[in-house]
Structures are given as structure tokens and as C-alpha cells.
């Protein structure tokens, strides 16, 4: 269990389960946006519209003084684009929210045209934790008429499911990240899914989880190697009812999706970080692949007319060029064992490759001057040949300067990965960044 205090083409392959059309959300951290304007905000809302996001989840704090300006700025920004919004009361970032200032902040907002309502008609609700205030949720949803589905990870997904019996309509789970040196499962999914039985659930989805935050005594990591890929492969499986990626823009936690914005990075002064891991370290390649699996999940087919692309992450660093920083793999605040974090990650540039086929398709790994021998090894669910997701790693080794990948078919290159923050040898204060570069 993870509690962390702190989304028509023609189709020809058939998944299994299929539903109707759902929602998929990426989770903002209204905190990190005082700085924003409306301009930001329109951009924002553009990019996630082009990877066919439907809305944003705002988690709002109780006692934070910006969140009346940043809420109006994005939901005229959403208004103005036709998108979507809702809330998440934060109940551990600073304090329990009072019963009549959740519906006080509902009202206001919730006559916004771009306020989400599920099935078009109640207020879609949800919070970061907060069960031991489940029993206020019985006058808020009479009075704002709301679906609520809140995230209540810490107590479990049985006892979670039995707090919503008297009162919410699903819930959210918080559980995306693996522990040790595996691969995230459905496992903690398939747990919320059995234990709510008919009510909604909302699937977490997320790329990365790095965070250096010594003024919030935050300093851990979890494996985020293929997680990305593979964890949208799990949502055709689990097919939920609704998807919420995490995040837009938690810096602090390093798995944002969203464009890094400077101005938006105070956090990593004022919580004393020994550097700024975020800063030029773009994940805008997390979202290349969005529109091709946020279709696939909601059509429960596989698209098959679509821009072929190609995307790459990696670190900046090799894990022993520097100290680690004192960060651990796993946190035993939640129970698990911690190991050094080079035992949960891997020295290596992972690529992928959104294909109509991978027929006469070969691949290549350039890192400054030296070239890579490269494949692909994992393969979309109805195999090769098909249209989907390939995807391959190589080992980092030594070499230093720009990463490229370059996908060729027939000779000719299709799509291309580059851009990013080069590899280096050496790190910024000797302090190791377990941060992510996504192009």
C-alpha cells in the first residue's frame, strides 16, 4: 500500500470486457500553480487536450491562501476550451477540511460549465484520504448532489470499500508504484475492483515516483522502469471505470506529465532540496502515446489510424557516477524494506515506438558519438505485426552526450526520440538525480 502524505479511428483488434466510453483525468496540484496566469493556463489545458485528457483532478489544500485564484484562473481557462474539472480535497497536506467549506468550495465551482458531472448530472467529487472524515460526505453529497469517489489508500482496499458502503459512490486508489526491483501488477487494482463490487473505481496511473525533499523529510524512491507502458497495458486489462494519472505536475515527486514551468519550482528552495531535480528535465514524452491508449481504453479497440511516433527516458547519470543523495529504494514508512536505489533501477535508455507494424522496422540508440545496438523485446498484446506499442531498452555503459533514437522502415526514418537533457558523467553537487528525462 502506497499513502503518500505530500485519460473514433477505425479499429481491428478486439480487447476483451469492453465498456462504454469512459473518463480519464490527470491529477494537479493546486499548490504548485500560485505563480501560473492565464496564459499558462490555456496552454496547460491545450496540451492536455491534444493527448485527449478530459479533465483535471485539482487537489486543494484546506488552508492554502492561493486557491481561490489559481481556481478561477483554470476554470475560465477550461471554459473557454471546453474542458473539464473537479475536485480532490486534500486531507493530509495541511489538515482536515471543515464539512461546510467543502460545500462552500462545491457550490462555488460547481456551476462552472467545466465543472465535471458524472452522467451529466452530479458533481463528480473526490479527495486525497480522509476516511476518518467519511461520515461528513453524507450531508456534502445531499447538499451538492455529488458522485464521490474518494481516495481513501491508507486503511486498505477492504476497509476503504466498507467506509464507502454508507457513503461514496466508488473510490480512487493512490497505489501506482511498485515495490522492489518488479514490475508494477493489477494486483492492488483487482483488490478495490473485488471489494467494491458494482461501484466505480478509478485506476491510478503514473510514470515516475522520485522525491528529494529534505524540508519535508521526503527522500525515496520506486522503481519507475517501464512502468509507464506497462501500466497502460493494465489498464485494457483491468478496464476501470475511470483513469487518474499522477501526476500533471507533482515536481516534488517527479512524476509529472506536464510541461516543467520554472516558475513553478519554488518548492525545491523552500523545501531545502540539495538540487533541483526537475529543472530542464522534460516527461512531454510521456505524453506522446497518451491519445493512441486513452482511445484504445475507452473504445476497447485498438486504433489503427494514427501518427507513428517514438519516445524515450532515461536518466542523466549512471547510479554510481555520484553520491546517491542519501535516497532510499522503498520507504519503511510504508512497511517495506529499503535497499539502495541502484538495486531498483536500471542503468539504461528505455525507447518505445507507437507502429502501425513493426514489419522492415529496425532501431537505433545514438548517445553522443556512440551507437547502440538496439530491438525491440516487448510487443502489443496481439503481437508482431500489429498496430501498437513496441518497446526495448539498452544498457547506458559509459557513453556520455545527446541520447537519439531513430525508428527506420525500409531506410527511411518515421519517427525519431531527442531533445532531452544529455547523459553526463558527473552530477550537480556530486548529488545523484533519480529523476527521469522522458522525450
Not at 352 to 363: C, H, M, N, R
Not at 409 to 425: C, F, L, M, T
Request: with cysteine; charged share 20%.
Amino acid at each position: 500500500m502506497k499513502f503518500l502524505i505530500a485519460l473514433a479511428a477505425t479499429a481491428s483488434v478486439l480487447l476483451p470486457s469492453v465498456q462504454a466510453a469512459k473518463e480519464v483525468f490527470a491529477h494537479v496540484i493546486v499548490g504548485n500553480v500560485r505563480e501560473l496566469n492565464a496564459a499558462d493556463w490555456e496552454d496547460n489545458v491545450k496540451l492536455a487536450q491534444e493527448a485527449k485528457i478530459d479533465g483535471f483532478v485539482l487537489n486543494i489544500a484546506a488552508q492554502d491562501e492561493s486557491n481561490t485564484a489559481s481556481l478561477d484562473l483554470i476554470f475560465a481557462a477550461a471554459e473557454k476550451a471546453n474542458f473539464k474539472a473537479f475536485f480532490s480535497f486534500d486531507y493530509a497536506a495541511q489538515g482536515a477540511w471543515p464539512k461546510d467549506k467543502v460545500v462552500e468550495t462545491i457550490a462555488k465551482y460547481g456551476v462552472s460549465p467545466a465543472y465535471f458531472k458524472h452522467d451529466g448530472d452530479k458533481l463528480f467529487v473526490s479527495t486525497f484520504e480522509g476516511p476518518a472524515n467519511a461520515a461528513d460526505w453524507t450531508d456534502i453529497k445531499t447538499t451538492t448532489n455529488s458522485f464521490f469517489v474518494p481516495d481513501w489508500s491508507s486503511v486498505g482496499a477492504v476497509e476503504a470499500a466498507g467506509l464507502a458502503n454508507s457513503v461514496a459512490d466508488g473510490l480512487f486508489s493512490f497505489d501506482a508504484w511498485p515495490t522492489g526491483n518488479v514490475n508494477m501488477t493489477t494486483e492492488p487494482d483487482l483488490a478495490f475492483q473485488a471489494a467494491l463490487g458494482d461501484r466505480a473505481y478509478m485506476m491510478p496511473v503514473s510514470p515516475w515516483f522520485y522525491t528529494n525533499l529534505p524540508g519535508f523529510n521526503k527522500n525515496w524512491l520506486w522503481r519507475g522502469d517501464e512502468l509507464w507502458d506497462t501500466r497502460w497495458a493494465q489498464v485494457m486489462e483491468v478496464n476501470p471505470d475511470f483513469v487518474e494519472i499522477l501526476t500533471w505536475n507533482d515536481y516534488g515527486e517527479s512524476h509529472y506529465i506536464g510541461p516543467v514551468r520554472e516558475k513553478e519550482l519554488g518548492l525545491f528552495t523552500s523545501a531545502n532540496a540539495p538540487i533541483n531535480y526537475v529543472k530542464e528535465i522534460s516527461h512531454d514524452g510521456w505524453r506522446k502515446f497518451l491519445g493512441f491508449y486513452i482511445e484504445q481504453y475507452k473504445t476497447g479497440v485498438v486504433p489503427t489510424e494514427f501518427e507513428e511516433k517514438a519516445a524515450a527516458y532515461y536518466r542523466t547519470a549512471p547510479a554510481l557516477a555520484c553520491g546517491n543523495g542519501g535516497t532510499s529504494g522503498n520507504n519503511a514508512d510504508f512497511g517495506e524494506t529499503e535497499v539502495p536505489p541502484e538495486q531498483l533501477m536500471e542503468d539504461a535508455i528505455f525507447f518505445a515506438a507507437l507502429l502501425k507494424s513493426d514489419e522492415g522496422v529496425t532501431v537505433s540508440v545514438k548517445v553522443g558519438e556512440e551507437e547502440k545496438p538496439a530491438s525491440f523485446n516487448v510487443f502489443p498484446a496481439a503481437g508482431k505485426g500489429t498496430p501498437g506499442v513496441y518497446r526495448g531498452s539498452v544498457p547506458m555503459g559509459s557513453a556520455t552526450g545527446e541520447v537519439v533514437v531513430t525508428v527506420t522502415r525500409g531506410g527511411q526514418a518515421v519517427a525519431s526520440a531527442e531533445g532531452g537533457k544529455p547523459i553526463s558523467a558527473t552530477c550537480e553537487n556530486n548529488v545523484q538525480n533519480w529523476n527521469a528525462v522522458a522525450v
